[in-house]
Every structure is written in C-alpha cells, then in structure tokens.
C-alpha cells in the first residue's frame, strides 16, 4: 500500500484548502482511513477519521465545524476539505491507513498501518 498526500500550501487565515490522499493496493475500500497533523516542535495529532463505508466520522475538536473528510473509494481517494483555517492549523498534513476494529480508537496514530509523505500547510494571519 502506499498513500500520496497533496493539495497543501500557503492560505491566509480564513481561506480554504482541500487535501488528497490517494492509495494504492485494494485494500482502501475496506479500511479506515485517517488524516494526522504535526506541527513543527509538537507531537503528530489526530485530526479526522473516516469509516471503511463512509458511514461514520471523526474530528478532533479543534477542527470541528470547519473540516470535512470523506472518501471516494472508486477512485481509492480520501479527502480533507479545510474551511476557516487558522494560523494555528500550520503543520504537516499525513493520510494514514488502517484495518482497524470497531472497539479501537480512530484517534490514534498507532492504530494504522500505512502513512503517506505529509504536505505543507501553512496559514499565515
């Protein structure tokens, strides 16, 4: 499997951005695809997740309301639409894949299996 992220770049603050992810393999449409963050001097963060049939979703707090994952899995695709970025948004963007159990967390970095390169997104105010 191998994952590549892109669609980031440099926004002002209140601009949008949407991110893609695309996988190989035929594995994408049965698992859980996830969308981390880093920030330079700070620990990878959970940012979004995504059910194997697009049923269910999940945000991190910060991102709430103003982002939006979905997938396309004809076309073996994952999304992250950002809407009102904030500087504090500025970080690495990484799409993750993973075969993950109803009873384990989507939140968590160790919980998938493959990771693509990470884009650039920077929000200046």
């Known amino acids: 499997v191998q994952l590549q992220a892109s669609g980031g770049g440099l926004v002002q603050a209140g601009g949008s951005l949407r991110l893609s992810c695309a996988a190989s393999g035929r594995t994408f449409s049965t698992s859980v695809m996830g969308w981390f963050r880093q920030a330079v001097g700070k620990e990878r963060e959970f940012v979004a997740a995504i059910s194997r049939a697009d049923i269910s979703t999940y945000y991190a707090d910060s991102v709430k309301g103003r982002f939006t994952i979905s997938r396309d899995n004809a076309k073996n695709t994952v999304y992250l639409q950002m809407t009102s970025l904030e500087p504090e948004d500025t970080a690495v963007y990484y799409c993750?894949?993973?075969?993950?159990?109803?009873?384990?967390?989507?939140?968590?970095?160790?919980?998938?299996?493959?990771w693509g390169q990470g884009t650039q997104v920077t929000v200046s105010s």
């Open positions: 993750a894949q993973g075969d993950i159990p109803r009873t384990s967390s989507r939140s968590l970095w160790n919980s998938y299996d493959y």
